[in-house]
């Protein structure tokens, strides 16, 4: 059985991984890290990655990027492989996360859904195909709490569709004070917040007299979370240091 870490644990998304391995015979919670230390049922939660005494075969993280150079320097001491399914990290941070898979197993994704990481290589595959006769824009919306704007699914899907044009592409994340045509480089993205709303994200290509969708809508936070517990799952059976991401998974 093997046993996980979840770094924040007591967060909406951190209670979803808790449930899902409640329910799974092949992992334990064996402890959780929450900067606000609420005691949940279970399993013991300490406050920062130094305090946590806890032995554990991976560490989830849903908490938020404030919190990556102590994970770092816990997984990378105590060397154990993380998960980080955590957005918004600067490219500093970015960096710091390439430092630090040299030493020990990371599994890092913007969005740990096996749907949206399907979505993923269909946009590659429709992108290449098209080629550059239909522009490409997409749309994210999510709820009112997500902090970061695009999300990093967004910049993923553009980022898909950008390594299948013939030329490099152009990002463009708002059209209010640009007062000129389309620029046929471009991939726009729009973001929208508000309620409940858990995660859609739609690509659009748009051609001459002819449109093609693609959509992918999240229903709740449970798949995120299934997928991250998958993820550990496999990265707890990995000995090699590196970056790894959905696809090494879906491969596997």
């Known amino acids: 059985m093997r046993k996980i870490i979840i770094s924040g ?22 402890a959780g890290i929450d900067l606000l230390g609420q005691p949940l049922d279970g399993f013991p939660v300490f406050a920062s990655p130094a305090a946590c005494t806890a032995e554990g075969d991976v560490i989830i993280d849903f908490s938020h990027p404030a919190a990556l ?7 990378v001491q105590r060397k154990i492989p993380v998960v980080l399914a955590t957005t ?26 096996l749907g949206i990481n399907v979505l993923l290589d269909l946009v590659k595959r429709a992108t290449a195909l098209l080629g550059d006769s239909f522009d490409v824009e997409i749309t994210e919306r999510h709820h009112s ?3 970061d704007a695009p999300s990093g699914t967004a910049l993923m899907l553009a980022d898909a569709a950008a390594s299948a044009l013939p030329y490099e592409a152009q990002y463009t994340y708002d059209r209010y004070s640009v007062r000129k045509p389309r620029d ?15 995660g859609d994200h739609s690509v659009v290509f748009a051609g001459r007299d002819e449109v093609i969708e693609f959509s992918h809508h999240a229903a709740s936070r449970e798949v995120f979370a299934v997928g991250a517990v998958k993820a550990a799952k496999y990265l707890a059976g990995v000995d090699a240091p590196g970056m790894y991401d959905m696809s090494h998974l879906i491969a596997h």
Request: net charge negative.
């Open 9 to 30: 644990c007591c967060g909406h998304m951190g209670r979803a991984v808790a449930d899902i391995c409640a329910n799974d015979p092949e992992v334990e919670v064996s």
């Open 69 to 75: 150079d102590g994970l770092l320097e816990f997984c």
């Open 88 to 113: 918004g990290y600067s490219e500093e941070q970015l960096a710091r996360i390439g430092e630090a898979s040299k030493s020990i197993p990371v599994f890092r994704s913007a969005n740990m859904s």
């Open 145 to 147: 709490r997500k902090l």
């Open 184 to 198: 046929k480089r471009e991939i726009g993205i729009s973001s929208l917040r508000g309620g409940t709303i858990v």
